[in-house]
């Protein structure tokens, strides 16, 4: 594994993205706070950094999340119920698009690097993102399900996030949907 160097992040391409994506958290939680993460650490950042709202392009892709934090916690999904499925409208400025083949050159990353299971790499490409004012990652969901928006709730710089609760599951029923 190399290391991400944080200049070619730098000077990375950002683009704008206007967007509805969907969350999944526990009740109770407030779903623009991102402190979960900040505490326990995710795919882009390490535990004890910074806020990050995870959020995913489809119902599907939130689906296989759950499933697979589930799965890695020796769990079954129904043990992580219930849950609540947020809504969230954006409409962002300076996105990382991981999903494009030419920005994954310029920080010099491969599609394959986002989606394993050792966290080092997307960890750094997170810091480097967060540090360079990003407001946000998108990348193919480690799943194979769809993409994920990584959100850095402190760089959103006045863009607002509507969000609204869509569903509550508290069987597994319910994520069948």
Known sequence: MTGIDPRAVAHAPGR?????????????????????????????????????????????????????QASRQGLEVGDLLPRELWRVEAELTSVLDLTDDTTLGAVGVGRKDLVGDDLRLTQQLGEAAYEHQFQAILAPSATGVDDVLAVFPENLAGAVLDVQLAEEWSTTDDLAG
């Open 16 to 68: 704008p993205l206007a967007t509805t994506a969907l969350r999944n958290q526990a009740p109770g939680y407030d779903p623009r706070s991102g402190e979960g993460a900040r505490r326990f650490g995710g795919r882009f950042n390490p535990p004890r950094s910074f806020p990050v709202l995870y959020l995913c392009s489809t119902r599907a892709c939130v689906v296989a999340e759950l499933t697979r």
